[in-house]
């Protein structure tokens, strides 16, 4: 089954304790791309990678760190995460990088106490 | 001002009505625009996708582009409970544009579909 794969599903964590939430797609997808989700804000993008060893900055990138080492996986880290990086989080991916259509994982919950 | 706006809603309906979005924006380079669906606890899904201006029609939904006006709906006719979600918009500059990679998105109306 095609899917971008999120882990874990909910974190909670306390300030300044370094996490990574990874992110996986079976689909063979050039693209992949970070977004936050906050009440009222919608969906921002934190960073993008075009393709391997390709990333580039989004909207909202500050305090979050990215890598992309091999085409499947774009994990998102948070060195020193802090409470205003409390938010739900979505990875996805798309064949080309127009973003025609992107797949969505099913979110992380992130809450930094 | 923000790049796309989009009303928050939310939105109710009873089941078999016309449901209009919207989404205007401010960057004339958007070349790609899209509508998403999201269910509660769910990532979102590519609903519709338009490329410049026009119509596109699938199903019980139609996506419009008016280019000169910076402007962006969805129309969701006999509109039934199961439509029950939110709605984000979505634009980017596509393949070939400066802004190659960014995608930006509203902010996302609900919508409820009463039985």
């Known amino acids: 089954e095609a899917q971008v794969t999120q882990n874990p599903r909910y974190l909670i964590t306390v300030t300044g304790k370094k996490l990574t939430v990874t992110c996986s797609q079976n689909m063979n997808h050039e693209y992949m791309s970070w977004y936050r989700q906050d009440p009222g804000l919608g969906l921002r993008q934190i960073y993008y990678?075009?393709?391997?060893?390709?990333?580039d900055k989004g909207d909202v990138p500050e305090g979050y760190k990215v890598s992309r080492k091999e085409k499947r996986n774009f994990p998102l880290i948070l060195e020193s995460p802090s409470p205003n990086q409390t938010s739900l989080y979505f990875c996805?991916?798309?064949?080309?990088?127009?973003?025609?259509?992107?797949?969505f994982g099913s979110g992380t919950q992130l809450s930094v106490l | 001002q923000k790049e796309v706006e989009q009303d928050p809603g939310p939105l109710s309906v009873p089941e078999g009505a016309i449901v209009s979005l919207n989404c205007t924006y401010s960057?004339?380079?958007?070349?790609?625009f899209m509508w998403y669906r999201q269910y509660s606890r769910k990532g979102p899904e590519l609903l519709m996708y338009t490329y410049s201006s026009g119509n596109k029609e699938d199903g019980r939904f139609t996506a419009q582009v008016d280019k000169s006006s910076k402007y962006i709906s969805l129309f969701i006719r006999d509109s039934q409970p199961s439509d029950s979600a939110t709605y984000l918009c979505a634009m980017s500059g596509g393949r070939g544009s400066s802004n190659t990679g960014k995608l930006i998105f509203g902010q996302g109306t609900t919508l409820q579909v009463k039985p």
């Open positions: 960057n004339s380079a958007f070349q790609y």
């Open positions: 996805a991916s798309s064949h080309v990088p127009g973003q025609e259509k992107l797949f």
């Open positions: 990678s075009m393709n391997v060893e390709v990333t």
